[in-house]
């Protein structure tokens, strides 16, 4: 007999997978262009685990209307916003570290982390 599961469970388990699997591309992945990948795969797995947090069932916009003294929940607008500045700090990390890969590959011709001299690892 399988038990139903819930939206917030089944978006909670995607969005640690996603954190797990980017993760775990940026630490064992050698290849600088991978590394980003599994950075922004991360990345949408820590966006979803906020939007899911701020989540409510049945909830309404957290808009001022005239059903202001009803008993519905709001949802909480914070992580969506969160979220969105997520976004844009992230599309600003993968913006910076390609264009640094572009760079290094110039100088040293190889994406490959252990091949580039320098480095302490």
Request: hydrophobic share 55%; net charge positive.
């Amino acid at each position: 007999m399988m038990i139903p599961l819930s939206i917030h469970t089944i978006l909670n388990i995607g969005s640690f997978g996603l954190l797990v699997i980017g993760l775990a591309i940026i630490f064992t992945k050698r290849n600088l262009i991978t590394m980003v990948i599994g950075l922004n795969v991360a990345d949408v797995g820590a966006n979803i685990l906020l939007v899911n947090a701020g989540f409510v069932k049945d909830g309404t916009a957290p808009i001022f209307t005239t059903a202001v003294g009803s008993a519905q929940a709001m949802s909480d607008p914070v992580p969506q916003a969160l979220v969105l500045t997520s976004i844009v700090i992230g599309f600003g990390i993968t913006a910076l570290a390609l264009a640094l890969i572009v760079k290094l590959y110039r100088r040293r011709t190889t994406l490959d982390v252990s091949k580039i001299r320098g480095l302490k690892w």
